[in-house]
């Protein structure tokens, strides 16, 4: 398996809280990913990195902020947590070559969310 | 939303039988992914087809991809109980997007 870990792993919170989720890798693999898991729903990108400090928008960014200080580990930001935010949330990372997306990518066991 | 729609939601099938899973997509792709998801665990990457090839093999599994219907298939062969689990499909873009579907469950009775 790769070397991929998520904390927490399990996390319940207030709303209007701030949290924040880490997802940490030994591969020193170039891309990060975070992405949300609804029923339903399959996958839904949150954000994603291709580099130290270097981090774009995906499909569902909005009330999520990430940060990349270090090439292995990115963490994901609720500023303030809502009950949409509910969710099981899951780390990926893919090797540099030919792009983000054109790569396998491997994935951590995640984190579950609740907002109550 | 989504791009990559499997069908069917959900297959139950023997030990022994041979598992065809369906995805179908809206938009031009650059590659097509399938994973298997365990209950509680992540996805687990199984095979990468690029837009120009048409079909792709790797042990018991055949990957088939036709660009002018939009459409790929996933099958297993030979199944085994410990191929229950989810699959899904996900179509990258040239744009740095990638979309999952919503994924077949499959269950393989011993």
């Known amino acids: 398996d790769a070397g991929i870990t998520q904390s927490p792993r399990h996390k319940v919170t207030e709303t209007g809280t701030p949290v924040t989720l880490r997802c940490h890798q030994t591969e020193n693999h170039r891309y990060m990913y975070w992405y949300r898991q609804d029923p339903g729903h399959g996958l839904r990108l949150i954000h994603y990195?291709?580099?130290?400090?270097?981090?774009d928008k995906g499909e569902v960014s909005d009330g999520y902020s990430v940060s990349r200080s270090k090439t292995e580990d990115f963490l994901l930001t609720l500023e303030s947590a809502t009950s949409s935010q509910t969710s099981v949330y899951f780390c990926a990372i893919s090797e540099s070559g030919t792009g983000a997306f054109a790569q396998p990518q491997h994935f951590g066991d995640g984190t579950r969310l609740s907002i109550l | 939303s989504q791009q990559g729609e499997e069908d069917p939601q959900a297959l139950s099938i023997q030990e022994g039988e041979n598992a065809t899973m369906n995805c179908s997509y809206k938009t031009s792709i650059n590659n097509l992914q399938w994973y298997r998801q365990n209950s509680g665990r992540g996805l687990v990457h199984l095979i990468l087809i690029r837009s120009n090839e048409r079909e792709k093999h790797s042990g018991r599994l055949r990957v088939t991809l036709d660009t002018s219907k939009k459409s790929s298939s996933l099958l297993i062969t030979a199944s085994r109980a410990a191929d229950t689990a989810s699959y899904f499909c996900?179509?990258?873009?040239?744009?740095?997007?990638?979309?999952f579907g919503a994924g077949t469950r499959l269950t393989v009775k011993p």
């Open positions: 996900a179509t990258g873009s040239n744009n740095n997007d990638m979309r």
């Open positions: 990195s291709y580099g130290v400090k270097d981090t």
